[in-house]
């Protein structure tokens, strides 16, 4: 930007978007200079470079702005882990399905998972069992992203919360 520029020509564009053509880097600087605004150089491996008339001080501060704002409207999605049991009775299957729903309402992922204790691991079929009986109850809320899986001692599964207008529609019905 504006006496570090060390090319000898240079391809200038207004403060309006418009073509001032190719000139010395130096006239080019003058002219910046009497319309009180910067010489910056915007694409350094054209040929010959482009550079652009503007207030660079305004332009950083909107860029802030801009960014500000796109960091603002993102939406951080946490995985939430629900721990089950091979043997999980009916009250503490439908709780663990109620905090599974609140955390998708909530717009995060949920980590379904089973360990397997000692001599469980010769009845990894039952956690199956309980993984598709979770699944299948979650099936108007979520969308399984990665299907039961035994990994070691423990199984695990992913569920992603539908898209909000889904599950608006299910519980018109």
Known sequence: MNE??????????GSDSEQLGIMSSRDALRLAAEKNLDLVKIAP???PPVCRIMDYGKFRFEQQKKEKEARK????VDIKEIRLSLNIDTN????KVNHAKRFLKEGDKVKAS???RGREMAH???GYEVMKRFAQVMS???TIEKQPKLEGRSMQMFL?????EKVQNKEEK
């Open 160 to 164: 992603a919360p539908l898209p909000k």
């Open 114 to 116: 089973i360990r397997f």
């Open 124 to 126: 990894t079929n039952l």
């Open 92 to 95: 503490d299957f439908n709780t």
């Open 4 to 13: 570090q520029i060390r090319d000898r020509e240079v391809r200038v564009v």
């Open 73 to 76: 409207n993102q939406r951080i």
């Open 140 to 142: 108007e809320f979520a």
């Open 45 to 47: 491996t054209a040929t």
